[in-house]
């Protein structure tokens, strides 16, 4: 894969999850099977398989310095279409001068990732006690994981990055969504690494072959999910974690 270097029109958008949205980069290296935004391929002329082009907005830092001081303060989701610890900000670093200008104008933030690669911005964090930081993990099983995120960390990676982010004093949380076999795991490896845990289920509109092939009916895997829901609520509310279930 060539990653393409692209000029952005704004970087600062309204969000429907949080009040903004930052995404320095468009596409994702990680290629996970079940990922919303693979619609994005759509509005950018791409004709490559999801996982196998990233776009990276070389102009994001310049123009959200620009855009911060034209809007009102609100809480700023990093990311929404992309994963901005993806393994391209390693040498871009956009993700990090975007935070760099949000930390400095105390803007509340919201991190959320797969890759153990945040840890790198763990003296940004530390500089807000308005900023809290989630690692998506999505199965305790990691043979279930290559599965469905060819190309993202490990599980025991996303999970000692939480961890040593809790320890360092840092808000965190997990995502686990969409719950996939060997979540109800979960529970046990997560207890006392993070502050709350969100859940949700598969989006099988925006899903390709690997569970599209098994696709129970709506009503019946609705059904496996709020049951799977439920048990890790259970599960995590006997540690004392709040546990939000999102469907």
């Not at 903004?20 to 002329?45: D, E, K, L, S, W």
């Not at 975007?98 to 940004?124: A, F, H, M, N």
């Not at 060819?150 to 004093?169: C, D, M, Q």
């Amino acid at each position: 894969m060539i990653p393409r270097e692209i000029y952005a029109r704004s970087i600062l958008s309204k969000s429907q999850v949080f009040d903004y949205v930052v995404n320095p980069y468009i596409g994702c290296q990680h290629a996970c099977t079940y990922c919303y935004a693979r619609f994005m391929r759509r509005f950018t002329g791409h004709k490559e398989p999801w996982g196998e082009f990233v776009d990276a907005k070389i102009n994001a830092p310049d123009l959200l310095q620009l855009e911060i001081g034209k809007k009102p303060p609100g809480r700023v989701w990093v990311s929404g279409v992309c994963d901005s610890y993806q393994p391209l900000e390693t040498a871009c670093e956009l993700t990090r001068k975007c935070l760099e200008i949000l930390v400095q104008y105390g803007w509340p933030i919201t991190v959320q990732t797969k890759s153990p690669l945040v840890l790198r911005d763990t003296d940004l964090f530390k500089k807000s006690d308005k900023i809290e930081v989630g690692l998506s993990v999505t199965s305790a099983d990691d043979e279930i994981r290559k599965l469905f995120e060819p190309g993202a960390p490990s599980i025991k990676e996303r999970i000692r990055a939480v961890e040593k982010l809790h320890l360092a004093g840092i808000r965190t949380f997990a995502m686990i969504a969409p719950m996939l076999p060997g979540a109800e795991e979960l529970p046990a490896q997560l207890n006392g690494k993070v502050d709350y845990v969100l859940v949700d289920r598969m989006n099988y509109h925006y899903g390709d072959w690997v569970y599209r092939k098994y696709h129970l009916e709506d009503a019946m895997s609705y059904g496996f999910f709020c049951s799977k829901g439920k048990e890790l609520a259970s599960a995590f509310a006997k540690q004392g974690i709040e546990c939000r279930v999102l469907f």
